[in-house]
């Protein structure tokens, strides 16, 4: 049997930038990507804390270190700069596998979306 299980949750970050006329997806500062176990082109869900939306894209790779978290294309009518969303990726993976599985969780700075030392 295989399930879905969480594979990587960035947790509580702030929407640095919405760009309505780009062709659709989040941008996502590498280093974020690469803590949380995220590839580029990787569908994920984001979460709006502020409002409650949800909707699902992929992933585009950001400035290292940029902070950058970037609602692109009509996913960009979906926050406001400055909203708190929480990104999350699934894996599907067979059942005894998925009871042993550890995903990338990680909790960054939610004023500058850096990863607290």
């Known amino acids: 049997m295989q399930i879905q299980v969480l594979k990587s949750k ?3 970050v702030t929407v640095t930038e919405a ?7 989040i941008t996502i500062d590498e ?6 176990n ?14 409650g939306e949800r909707l699902e894209t992929y992933v585009i790779r950001g400035e290292k270190d940029s902070g950058t978290i ?18 999350i990726s699934y894996a599907t993976m067979d059942f005894e596998s998925a ?3 550890k995903p990338g969780l990680i909790f960054p700075n939610e004023s500058t979306n850096l990863l607290i030392p």
């Open 10 to 12: 960035i947790h509580r």
């Open 99 to 101: 009871k042993t599985f």
């Open 19 to 25: 760009n309505l006329h780009y062709m659709g997806s």
């Open 38 to 51: 995220m590839l580029e082109g990787e569908k994920v869900q984001v979460i709006n804390v502020n409002n």
């Open 70 to 87: 970037c609602l692109n294309g009509p996913a960009a009518r979906k926050a406001l700069v400055g909203d708190v969303v929480i990104i």
């Open 31 to 36: 280093r974020l990507m690469e803590a949380a």
